[in-house]
């Protein structure tokens, strides 16, 4: 069993919607009060966005719903990271801006150490999935699954 984000690819592979969650633009109130708050996503040009960084290529490309139209913006910065907990851990530092799926921020939103911009922007859906070979999945598996799930519907509460 694996645990993963995004839809799943065309494949043999079962997968188990885990949590709904929704993509955040976020910073620290520091680099806000510094840099300013973006109130479009073209004004992130002007930020230092930090870049979650995969081996063939960085995910700088950031989507947004504009109304009903879709929006990308190239996100650009001083720094890159292949960790998400990186990343994260240098938006609350101050160290710039990044798009995270809202569950994944939820401690640092809640204690005031990252504020979003951006909201009327909807970044997006992300969800986390439990994917595993067969189908049924096994009662051990079905039991670590459904106690995942559980577990992870208490913790990201109703925001999520």
């Given at each position: 069993m694996?645990?993963?984000t995004g839809p799943l690819p065309d494949s043999g592979l079962h997968a188990r919607l885990l949590l709904n969650g929704g993509r955040v633009v976020c910073a620290s109130p520091a680099y806000w009060a510094r840099a300013g708050r973006p109130t479009h996503p073209?004004?992130?040009?002007s930020h230092n966005c930090l870049v979650l960084a995969r081996p063939d290529a960085p995910l700088s490309t950031w989507r947004f719903?504009?109304?009903?139209?879709?929006?990308?913006?190239?996100?650009?910065?001083?720094?890159?990271?292949?960790d998400g907990g990186?990343?994260?851990?240098w938006a609350v530092e101050g160290q710039g801006v990044i798009l995270k799926n809202r569950w994944d921020v939820l401690k640092e939103l809640s204690d005031g150490t990252l504020e979003t911009a951006l909201d009327a922007f909807a970044a997006g859906p992300i969800d986390l999935f439990a994917v595993y070979p067969s189908y049924p999945p096994s009662r051990r598996v079905a039991a670590l699954v459904?106690?995942?799930?559980?577990?992870?519907?208490?913790?990201?509460?109703?925001?999520?």
């Open positions: 694996a645990i993963r073209a004004d992130l040009s719903l504009d109304g009903e139209a879709p929006l990308t913006v190239k996100a650009t910065g001083d720094r890159e990271a292949s990186v990343l994260r851990e459904d106690f995942i799930a559980d577990a992870l519907t208490s913790a990201a509460g109703p925001q999520a």
